[in-house]
Nanobody, 124 residues
C-alpha cells in the first residue's frame, strides 16, 4: 500500500494550498481517508476525514470553515483544499487511510496506512 502526498510548500498567511494524496495497493473506495498534521515537538493532530462515499466530511474546530476535504474514488485520489492559512497551520501533513472511524474526530490509532508527509509552511 502506498499513499503519496503532494502539493505542500511555502505560502503567506491568508493564502491557499491544495494537497493531493495518490493511493495505490488498496481498494481505496472501501477506506475512510483523511489528513493529519504534525508540527515540531507536537503530537500528530487530526485535520480532516471523509467517508468512503464522500458524503460525510469531518473537521476539528481549528480548521472548520477554512479547509475542505474531497476524494475521487475513480482516480484513487484524495484532496485537501486549505484556505485562509495561518502560521499555526505550519506542519508536516500526512495522508491517512483506515477502515475504522469514530464518527467525529479520527483517532490516529485507527489509521491503517500513512503517507510519507508533505511540508506546509505558512509565513506571517
Amino acid at each position: 500500500v502506498q499513499l503519496v502526498e503532494s502539493g505542500g510548500g511555502l505560502v503567506q498567511a491568508g493564502g491557499s494550498l491544495r494537497l493531493s494524496c495518490a493511493a495505490s495497493g488498496l481498494t481505496f473506495r472501501t477506506y475512510y481517508m483523511g489528513w493529519f498534521r504534525q508540527a515540531p515537538g507536537q503530537e500528530r493532530e487530526f485535520v480532516s476525514a471523509i467517508s468512503r462515499s464522500g458524503g460525510g466530511k469531518y473537521y476539528p474546530d481549528s480548521v472548520k470553515g477554512r479547509f475542505a476535504i474531497s476524494r475521487d474514488n475513480a482516480k484513487n485520489m484524495g484532496y485537501l483544499q486549505m484556505n485562509s492559512l495561518k502560521p499555526e497551520d505550519t506542519a508536516v501533513y500526512y495522508c491517512a487511510a483506515g477502515s475504522r472511524f469514530g464518527g467525529s474526530l479520527w483517532d490516529a490509532r485507527d489509521v491503517d496506512y500513512w503517507g510519507q508527509g508533505t511540508q506546509v509552511t505558512v509565513s506571517s
